[in-house]
């Protein structure tokens, strides 16, 4: 008997199956997501002409303290980013696991399924022969 998997529904709505990693083919709305994460970044980029020139004008102890917080910032950020990509790797081979689980519990479930009707049936047949022995010896 083979094992069927069904698509379980995701909680974005989208048509997508919760166990997706194997056989992930991006969506025009993965793509779009990435189109606004990359809109957000370059419309939030730290330095515009007008910083810039005014950054030039600027002494250089305060140029120095500036340059100092945001690379202390980027680094902050670089941490966070691959703090959430451990915890996004984590979570997809969890994922995957559980997805292979749910088959197999399955799987069991339909095979003793399948079991528990066989020996349903065999008890009743027993019951329909012990009947008929029962009613055979009375007479």
Same mark, same amino acid.
């Given at each position: 008997? %083979?094992? !069927?998997?069904?698509?379980?529904?995701? %909680? %974005?709505?989208?048509?997508?199956?919760?166990?997706?990693?194997?056989?992930?083919?991006?969506? +025009?709305?993965?793509?779009?997501?990435?189109?606004?994460? *990359?809109?957000?970044?370059?419309?939030?980029?730290?330095? /515009? !002409?007008?910083?810039?020139?005014?950054?030039?004008? @600027?002494?250089?102890?305060? +140029? @120095? $303290?500036?340059?100092?917080?945001?690379? $202390?910032?980027? /680094?902050?950020? @670089?941490?966070?980013?691959?703090?959430? /990509? =451990? $915890?996004?790797?984590?979570?997809?081979? =969890?994922?995957? !696991?559980?997805? @292979?689980?749910?088959?197999?519990?399955?799987?069991?479930? %339909? !095979?003793?399924?399948?079991?528990?009707?066989?020996?349903?049936?065999?008890?009743? $047949?027993?019951?329909?022969?012990?009947?008929?022995? /029962?009613?055979?010896?009375? *007479?």
């Amino acid at each position: 008997m %083979s094992a !069927h998997v069904e698509e379980e529904p995701t %909680s %974005s709505g989208t048509d997508v199956p919760m166990c997706f990693a194997v056989f992930f083919i991006p969506s +025009i709305e993965f793509f779009q997501q990435h189109v606004k994460i *990359n809109q957000f970044y370059l419309s939030n980029y730290p330095f /515009t !002409h007008k910083e810039l020139l005014d950054t030039l004008q @600027k002494d250089p102890d305060e +140029i @120095k $303290r500036q340059l100092s917080e945001a690379l $202390r910032k980027l /680094t902050v950020l @670089k941490v966070n980013e691959k703090k959430l /990509t =451990r $915890r996004y790797v984590t979570l997809l081979e =969890r994922e995957q !696991h559980l997805c @292979k689980e749910n088959s197999k519990l399955r799987d069991e479930s %339909s !095979h003793m399924q399948v079991a528990v009707t066989q020996r349903i049936g065999y008890l009743q $047949r027993y019951k329909v022969q012990e009947a008929q022995f /029962t009613q055979q010896t009375q *007479n």
